[in-house]
């Protein structure tokens, strides 16, 4: 149930140009060589890509990621997001953190194939992608749910991740030493769906056969996916939870939350694995929230 700076809207609706990625010393990145990259140290650090990376758990699992030592691409749709995600990591410097900033709409497959271009032309190797970026879309009744609504949630969450997850295994099958992890996002509505949220719980459900998809025609290519399944952590996308949603019987509660800190940890718990090692799937989630038993 990450958003993460992804945001719905129709799948014909105009999308906005994108600026060109910029690193944190401002330089476009497209015309930044691996090399250089090996050159300043950066290509010593692994690389990892975070989609919907400028807010909610994206942002949080890409602090978290920095301050572990990586390398961190920010990709999402508003840039203004991004630069504030890459300014929460701290100052720049020699020792500082490496972050680029790659605006990016993951419904496009063009601006999906240019965020892995920068990527390999800058650093020359990419070791994880968060598959991030999503949204929960309108919560209405089902009957009541136009197409555009429905396709905007399907843009972004499955075939936004398909994109994604495509380009990172192309890379990482390409490059040298072979090989790379892939961790989607889910939810717990990847198992249990909420009331009125037939789109999402549908994309959650195909995100699990994404992922097992992934992990079995990445074995021989040493590409490990695995899936992080999160319930009720409190970010923008949450806040409903907070003041009162709909449950399974009708009535309307208050539910708990987590800190998405506590998310970013995990992620960052299965990015480190060696590629031996595999968190096929994990759960996290509010202790007392109502899905064990929901409904």
């Known amino acids: 149930m990450a958003r993460a700076g992804q945001v719905g809207g129709t799948a014909t609706a105009p999308r906005p140009t994108l600026p060109a990625p910029t690193s944190r010393g401002g330089q476009s990145t497209q015309t930044a060589p691996a090399q250089e990259a090996r050159q300043d140290g950066a290509a010593h650090r692994q690389v990892a890509v975070v989609t919907g990376a400028g807010s909610g758990i994206g942002r949080a699992v890409a602090l978290a990621l920095i301050a572990a030592g990586w390398t961190v691409v920010l990709a999402g749709r508003r840039a203004e997001a991004l630069a504030e995600t890459s300014r929460l990591a701290g100052p720049a410097g020699p020792d500082g953190p490496a ?3 790659m605006p990016t709409d993951v419904t496009r497959p063009e601006q999906v194939d240019a965020l892995f271009a920068a990527v390999h032309e800058r650093f020359g ?6 598959n991030n970026a999503g949204t929960f879309g ?9 197409y555009d609504d429905w ?3 399907v843009d972004v969450n499955l075939t936004g ?9 192309r890379t990482m099958k390409a490059q040298e030493p072979q090989g790379g992890r892939i961790i989607n996002n889910g939810s717990v509505s990847a198992h249990t769906p909420r009331p009125h949220s037939i789109a999402y719980t549908a994309t959650k ?3 699990t056969g994404l992922t097992k998809s992934l992990s079995l025609d990445g074995r021989p290519y040493n590409i490990a996916c695995g899936q992080i399944d999160i319930g009720n952590a409190a970010t923008e996308m949450t806040g409903r939870m907070q003041t009162g949603i709909l449950q399974a019987n009708g009535r309307t509660a208050v539910e708990p939350v987590m800190d998405a800190t506590d998310v970013a940890r995990t992620v960052v718990h ?25 409904g």
Do not use: K, W
């Open 138 to 146: 309108r919560a209405v009744p089902l009957e009541e749910l136009e």
């Open 151 to 153: 396709r905007a949630v």
């Open 125 to 130: 190797q990419l070791d994880l992608l968060f």
């Open 205 to 207: 459900h195909a995100m």
């Open 99 to 101: 972050i680029m900033t």
């Open 161 to 169: 991740s398909f994109l994604c997850a495509q380009a990172a295994f």
């Open 270 to 294: 299965m990015a480190a694995l060696p590629l031996e090692a595999n968190v096929q799937f994990a759960t996290v989630m509010a202790t007392n929230m109502p899905y064990i038993g929901r």
